[in-house]
T-cell receptor, first 115, second 114 residues
Framework: AQTVTQSQPEMSVQEAETVTLSCTYDTSESDYYLFWYKQPPSRQMILVIRQEAYKQQNATENRFSVNFQKAAKSFSLKISDSQLGDAAMYFCAYRSTGTASKLTFGTGTRLQVTL | ETGVTQTPRHLVMGMTNKKSLKCEQHLGHNAMYWYKQSAKKPLELMFVYNFKEQTENNSVPSRFSPECPNSSHLFLHLHTLQPEDSALYLC?????????????FGPGTRLTVL
């Protein structure tokens, strides 16, 4: 079974600084996608970034980028120039062709942004 | 974000009550999902509907009964719930069930079972 592990329950970063959130996953599939979702205090889950497993190039969306290490099954999220609005729960998630409907989530990392 | 709406946002019910959660998506999607989010646990997929047909039931107890009358609406009917069913219930939708189809989430219904 696929599992997603986020080992950092909470992280803190100062405004304008950079923070990296960790995620590891376990799978025997070869074709899959990985996602980072953000859930602000208002609770609506928003897709931040996604990575196709077959792509070697790391995905980037403005201040958000990932470090995808396929062999190590690691998928970390880097937030640059952190802003107060980045404070939220961040969930790493996995989806494969074997279970196309199902997003498997980690337990989340709560990110605090301080002045 | 108004693509996926959920009502009510908060619900308190007794164990003998019957209530329903409603989800509506305005994105023209064909697939809809119910997830349960409990504290300190990963989101759990409950049900999947594709073109109004249930395609996945993730071993959910029968006290949760989903209904999908059309591709835009999804309900979760609740009866005889237990206190451990208290959680945030999230609805999501996607264009289809392909790997490339992003799931868009609603704001959730915070359910408290007394």
């Amino acid at each position: 079974a696929q599992t997603v592990t986020q080992s950092q329950p909470e992280m803190s970063v100062q405004e304008a600084e950079t923070v990296t959130l960790s995620c590891t996953y376990d799978t025997s599939e070869s074709d899959y996608y990985l996602f980072w979702y953000k859930q602000p205090p208002s609770r609506q889950m928003i897709l931040v970034i996604r990575q196709e497993a077959y792509k070697q190039q790391n995905a980037t969306e403005n201040r958000f980028s990932v470090n995808f290490q396929k062999a190590a099954k690691s998928f970390s999220l880097k937030i640059s120039d952190s802003q107060l609005g980045d404070a939220a729960m961040y969930f790493c998630a996995y989806r494969s062709t074997g279970t196309a409907s199902k997003l498997t989530f980690g337990t989340g990392t709560r990110l605090q942004v301080t002045l | 974000e108004t693509g996926v709406t959920q009502t009510p946002r908060h619900l308190v019910m007794g164990m003998t009550n019957k209530k329903s959660l409603k989800c509506e998506q305005h994105l023209g999607h064909n697939a809809m999902y119910w997830y349960k989010q409990s504290a300190k646990k990963p989101l759990e997929l409950m049900f999947v509907y594709n073109f109004k047909e249930q395609t996945e039931n993730n071993s959910v107890p029968s006290r949760f009964s989903p209904e999908c009358p059309n591709s835009s609406h999804l309900f979760l009917h609740l009866h005889t719930l237990q206190p451990e069913d208290s959680a945030l219930y999230l609805c999501a939708s996607s264009q289809g069930r392909a790997l490339t189809d992003t799931q868009y989430f609603g704001p959730g219904t915070r359910l408290t079972v007394l």
